[in-house]
Structure formats: C-alpha cells, structure tokens
C-alpha cells in the first residue's frame, strides 16, 4: 500500500515557535518495514518537521474497524528536497489478556 495524508492527524497542537516535537497518528494497513522506509511520508514532508514523533498503528484488516496487528513510534530523521526520513519503529507490543 503507499501512504495515506487522511490517516495522519496531530496529536494536540502545534508548538510553539518550533521549539518542540509535534505528535501524529498514522493508521495503516502497511507493514513496519514499509512504513519506515524513506520517502514513505513524503506526501506530508509539507506538515511534518525533523524531530516529530509519529505514532503508527497497523491493522491486519479494515483500517479502523479492524484488528490492530502492531504498533511503533518513528521520529522524523531528515526532510531534504521533500523527501522524508524517519527512523526505524520503536515496536510496542500488542496484547489483550482479557
């Protein structure tokens, strides 16, 4: 799949005079090693700066509706000539013991 501007939304609102991280959430159907891949957020390298944090949930079905297979933080290593650069997942784990 390629990436989806809709599915990224902040989280909170925006720093103040760039002094700190913005925080997104992205929902996709894509894998961790897709999404982390450079160019993947190059259709948000507008939004986004160097030093965000984007939390990605990943679903095995419908976005949203679905059940969530993975979760991971990627922070915004490089934005060069529109092209973005996040870092490999930071991997959560995913469990529902109830």
Not at 14 to 22: D, L
Not at 33 to 51: E, H
Not at 74 to 90: C, E, F, L, R
Request: aromatic share 8%; proline share 1%.
């Amino acid at each position: 799949m390629a990436f989806i501007l809709e599915n990224l939304n902040p989280v909170g609102g925006q720093s103040r005079r760039g002094k700190s991280s913005q925080i997104w959430s992205y929902w996709t159907l894509d894998a961790t090693a897709t999404v982390d891949t450079t160019g993947y957020f190059n259709n948000a390298a507008d939004l986004l700066s160097v030093g965000d944090i984007i939390h990605r949930v990943s679903w095995t079905t419908a976005v949203g509706t679905g059940t969530i297979s993975t979760y991971g933080t990627h922070i915004v290593n490089s934005i060069s000539a529109g092209v973005v650069d996040v870092t490999d997942t930071t991997t959560g784990t995913v469990t529902d013991t109830d």
